[in-house]
């Protein structure tokens, strides 16, 4: 069955740096394109960036254009978000995902990881 495991989040001070990792399991994940959402308390889940198959292309909500970067390792079925200058409103969970499927694809999510922004 598809697995999608998150670690790397944590507490850091605004302007810190963290990177998320995602190891993907269950599904062919060189196939597959990946995103990383987040979810804020009171908000809805918003995507944060994507990434294809083969990672040539790569796209970010405008809130973190040119402070995060998403990337991957199909050797190692994992992908990663790099985060760098966080802000407090980057405060989130952070979810991994894949839409995967044979027929209709079927949305599928980590159990997800706690960043904190705070001084």
């Known amino acids: 069955q598809v697995q999608l495991v998150e670690s790397g989040g944590g507490s850091v001070q605004p302007g810190g740096s963290l990177r998320l990792s995602c190891a993907a399991s269950g599904f062919t994940f060189s196939r597959s394109s990946m995103r990383w959402y987040r979810q804020a308390p009171g908000k809805e889940r918003e995507l944060v960036a994507f990434?294809?198959?083969?990672?040539?292309?790569?796209s970010y909500a405008g809130a973190v254009q040119g402070r995060f970067t998403i990337s991957r390792d199909n050797a190692k079925n994992t992908v990663y978000l790099q985060m760098n200058s966080l802000k407090p409103e980057d405060t989130a969970v952070y979810y991994c995902n894949v839409d995967y499927g044979d027929i209709v694809p079927v949305r599928y999510w980590g159990q997800g990881t706690q960043v904190t922004v705070s001084s």
């Open positions: 990434i294809s198959s083969a990672g040539a292309s790569t």
